[in-house]
């Protein structure tokens, strides 16, 4: 099992910004990708943003132009830079990396971090 240590949920008004924050226990460039999902009270976990390893970004059309995700492989971290921030952004996050394709691929999961926009 791959730990993934995220931080950086919180708190935060409506228009605010959070930057998450998910640090494998192994070279993030060992995963084929790295991800963002988030869950809302009583809805199915949803993916919010992924980087793939060569760099390419994916985004869920809800936060399209808001959200940035990147990674910095000197600190073995990967971001979710969350602006503009609505209240129907608020979810547990959850850091995702994922090795592996088809029949083998695996998954890791954060423990998740709560991110609350107000009105």
């Known amino acids: 099992q791959v730990q993934l240590v995220e931080s950086g949920g919180g708190l935060v008004q409506a228009g605010g910004s959070l930057r998450l924050s998910c640090a494998p226990e192994?070279?993030?460039?060992?995963?084929?990708?790295m991800a963002w999902y988030r869950q809302a009270p009583g809805k199915q976990r949803e993916l919010a943003a992924a980087?793939?390893?060569?760099?390419?970004?994916n985004y869920a059309d809800s936060v399209k132009g808001r959200f940035t995700i990147s990674r910095d492989n000197a600190k073995n971290t990967v971001y979710l830079q969350m602006n503009s921030l609505k209240p129907e952004d608020t979810a547990v996050y959850y850091c995702?990396?994922?090795?592996?394709?088809?029949?083998?691929?695996?998954?890791?999961w954060g423990q998740g971090t709560q991110v609350t926009v107000s009105s």
């Open positions: 995702n990396a994922r090795r592996g394709l088809g029949a083998a691929v695996r998954d890791y």
């Open positions: 192994e070279l993030i460039l060992s995963f084929n990708t």
């Open positions: 980087i793939t390893s060569g760099g390419r970004t």
